[in-house]
């Protein structure tokens, strides 16, 4: 996608506004443009009216962050998937997320995302340096 929507489904959870802009940075360091829209809610009418639009990045709590996109027009991804798509995969664990909590953390070396190994509380993940893919 070349033109990516960044929807603000939250204006209630803390860091939603630090989130949005380590999404901004991020897309325009890919090479693409971005459109911040706040829809509350969103439906497959509200993101139909911005056809431009080739994805959207749905900044929502937990509970709201999945929705059923078949009958969207756009493909619409969390935080998590847009950081893994928009950095190549360059620092995906393996882990699948539905929070926004990774984009608020600072990042390491210039580019997105948290540090090496799955800093992200919880446990899990195994020994030694993490998964790491070539799309």
């Known amino acids: 996608a070349r033109v990516?929507?960044?929807?603000?489904?939250?204006?209630?959870?803390?860091?939603?506004?630090?989130?949005?802009?380590?999404?901004?940075k991020l897309i325009a360091d890919s090479g693409r443009k971005s459109y911040t829209i706040v829809?509350?809610?969103?439906?497959?009418?509200?993101?139909?009216?911005f056809p431009e639009i080739e994805a959207f990045v749905l900044v929502a709590c937990e509970q709201a962050a999945l929705i059923d996109g078949r009958d969207y027009m756009q493909p619409v991804i969390t935080p998590w998937e847009a950081e893994?798509?928009?950095?190549?995969?360059?620092?995906?664990d393996g882990e699948v997320r539905l929070?926004?909590?990774?984009?608020?953390?600072?990042?390491?070396?210039?580019?997105?995302?948290?540090?090496?190994?799955?800093?992200e509380g919880g446990g899990g993940g195994g020994g030694g340096g993490g998964l790491r893919f070539d799309f």
């Not at 990516?4 to 901004?24: C, D, E, Q």
């Not at 829809?39 to 009216?49: R, S, V």
């Open 4 to 24: 990516v929507g960044i929807v603000a489904g939250t204006l209630g959870v803390a860091g939603y506004l630090k989130a949005i802009a380590r999404l901004r």
């Open 99 to 119: 929070d926004f909590e990774h984009l608020l953390k600072p990042s390491k070396g210039g580019k997105g995302g948290e540090g090496e190994g799955g800093e």
């Open 39 to 49: 829809a509350g809610k969103p439906n497959p009418q509200k993101l139909a009216n």
């Open 84 to 92: 893994v798509a928009f950095t190549h995969g360059a620092h995906w």
